[in-house]
């Protein structure tokens, strides 16, 4: 009987220790964010994002404050009520063609440079479909840094 209590509880601590340090991406959900040095309004403000919709990677949680960090490496502290679950990714090579369909041999869309947002409709193994301005295509997902 004593063998299954440890057992059940190293199952129980373990599988805890590993939620906690899953990371994850979630998007911003205004035009203005604050990232703040520390998980509190108390803390003061390092970088104020302005891009609805940037792709954050959560890291850590205290209370309703998540630990994320960005494209750029840049870590803070943003509130929960500032993130959202829409998917968006930012090109991460210097130049990214977008595709009509999933293929290189299907016809050039468009060409985006490195930092350029986009927001993803769909993924497929290698390729996920998105839109950028007025443009909506397939892209490469290695060539991707975001949530989709």
């Given amino acids: 009987m004593l063998r299954i209590i440890i057992i059940f509880t190293n199952i129980l601590f373990f599988e805890s220790l590993s939620f906690s340090q899953e990371e994850y991406f979630l998007t911003l959900r ?3 964010v604050n990232l703040r040095q520390g998980p509190s309004r108390e803390y ?6 302005k891009k609805k919709f940037l792709p954050v990677l959560i ?3 205290s209370d309703n404050f ?3 960090r960005d494209h ?3 870590s803070g502290w943003i ?3 500032q993130l959202s679950k829409r998917k968006a990714a930012i090109v991460i090579d210097e130049e990214l063609i977008m595709f009509r369909s999933p293929t290189i041999y299907s016809k050039p869309i468009a060409i985006l440079k ?3 947002l986009s927001q993803i409709i769909k993924c497929k ?5 998105a839109k950028s301005d007025k443009y909506k295509g397939w892209l490469k997902k290695d060539s991707l840094w975001g949530r989709f």
């Fill in 44 to 49: 003061p403000i390092k970088i104020f994002y």
């Fill in 59 to 61: 890291q850590d949680k």
């Fill in 125 to 129: 193994e290698d390729w996920c479909k």
């Fill in 66 to 68: 998540r630990k994320i």
């Fill in 79 to 81: 509130h929960i009520s």
């Fill in 72 to 74: 750029e490496n840049n």
């Fill in 114 to 116: 490195k930092g350029r």
């Fill in 30 to 32: 205004y035009d203005k």
